[in-house]
């Protein structure tokens, strides 16, 4: 809900209270991104030397008093210095969830609980405009307007971080909500598929080489612009709401509408999936949705067509964020070198297409913002070209261990365990 805040905070008299400056905001939202992407590979090795069951409530417990702080700021440099600081926990949360599901789940489900988890991103922006609308109405005390939006958000963060510590075992076998025989099943098939390597020790040679793996930086690449018009809708929808000519509490209502069907769009990749057999061609459908939305933004000044428009932004961008991160798991979940490489370039990717958002909706472009609308419309052409790149690459690379079939049999246990992905029984899932 954190970017969706943000939004809402800003046409609540964030920039008011704070004296901020035409390019200030778009500032306070970029510096989120440095420590983000900075603290990407340290957080996930982190996950791996704590586990998961200390490290990811540790990170939301932190990343909710950094919110519950933001919400006393009282000029630009401390709101600036609140987002530098807020970086560093959530650099790790998306990643390590990811990477958890990864070797929890056999392969064929992996995607659809990476979508599932991306759900909660969804969910979030459909609730944030609603409730920011009454919390605004709040007065007591600091607690007005902008302020309890971030004091509440915090508040409630920090108190489900406890209930983490509890609930949250790192590896199938300490699951305390599964019964024993239940523990053992799903142990013996996560092993079928080597999925327990994620107790391994990653390769520190073989992670800095898997870093420019291309299908994975490719697959990353579709994420970077995936972000571009998932953030314009989190960070700048209500303010391009109210600017399509509606009031502060019909803008903040409204942005339940792309978040709903953002929802939807993940919610359908899932029943998808199995019906289109492919991960990249349901990339490319959500990608064209993108497109024809930038497409209508850009001809139309009618608020009723770009408000369709900005929910087909909401539709094809969760759609993806539902599938590309998945996507790439499943095709990393045997690799734990792989994957905690893929894990850090995907995030990276990822809070790269964040900061581009953040710097294209300038509030001087109100209200048509043709340099805004025109990079979403790129973005999403961008991802139809990189998914059929990535889906010729898989190909090309299985087909190659099909008609060059390696024998393997003199290397030893330890030796075939390196192979990871170059194991000639390894195929790349579409």
């Not at 987002?83 to 998306?94: C, D, H, S």
């Not at 990339?283 to 930038?294: C, D, L, R």
């Amino acid at each position: 809900m954190d970017r969706s805040s943000m939004g809402n905070a800003k046409i609540s008299g964030l920039e008011a209270d704070l004296n901020l400056r035409a390019t200030d905001y778009s500032i306070a939202t970029s510096l989120f991104y440095p420590t983000y992407l900075l603290f990407q590979p340290l957080s996930n090795w982190c996950l791996k030397r704590f586990g998961a069951c200390k490290w990811l409530p540790t990170l939301t417990l932190l990343w909710g008093g950094v919110i519950t702080a933001q919400a006393f700021a009282s000029n630009r440099t401390q709101l600036f210095l609140c987002r530098v600081l807020l970086g560093i926990p959530e650099a790790g949360y998306n990643s390590g969830a990811i990477y958890l599901i990864s070797y929890w789940y056999p392969k064929a489900q992996v995607t659809r609980r990476v979508s599932i988890f991306y759900t909660g991103t969804a969910i979030g922006t459909l609730i944030a405009g609603p409730i920011a609308l009454g919390l605004t109405k709040l007065n007591h005390g600091f607690l007005h307007s902008w302020h309890t939006i971030f004091f509440v958000e915090g508040i409630a963060t920090m108190a489900w971080a406890l209930v983490m510590f509890v609930m949250v075992p790192s590896y199938p076998d300490e699951a305390w909500v599964l019964k024993s025989a239940e523990r053992a099943a799903l142990v013996t098939k996560l092993s079928a598929e080597k999925q327990q390597a994620g107790r391994r020790q990653i390769n520190t040679r073989r992670f800095v080489r898997c870093l420019f793996n291309p299908t994975m930086f490719l697959i990353s690449l579709i994420l970077l612009f995936c972000n571009v018009p998932l953030n314009t809708i989190m960070l700048f929808g209500p303010q391009v709401v109210r600017d399509m000519g509606f009031t502060q509490a019909e803008a903040q209502g409204m942005q339940a509408l792309p978040g709903l069907c953002g929802f939807f769009g993940i919610v359908l990749v899932n029943w998808s999936l199995p019906l289109f057999g492919t991960h990249y061609l349901n990339i490319i459908f959500n990608a064209f949705v993108v497109t024809i939305g930038g497409v209508i933004m850009l001809c139309t000044a009618n608020a009723g067509a770009q408000m369709f428009a900005l929910c087909m932004f909401g539709f094809g961008s969760f759609g993806i964020l539902g599938l590309a991160p998945g996507w790439l798991a499943t095709n990393v979940a045997s690799n734990v070198t792989l994957g905690s490489a893929a894990a850090s370039v995907l995030l990276i990717c990822g809070g790269s297409g964040g900061i581009i958002a953040s710097n294209i909706y300038r509030n001087w472009d109100s209200p048509r913002y043709i340099l805004g609308h025109s990079v979403n419309m790129a973005a999403g052409i961008c991802m139809v070209v990189l998914a059929l790149a990535v889906r010729w690459n898989m190909g090309r690379i299985n087909r190659q261990k099909e008609d060059n079939p390696q024998d393997i049999s003199f290397l030893s246990n330890e030796d075939i365990e390196e192979l990871e992905e170059r194991h000639p029984g390894f195929r790349f899932v579409y």
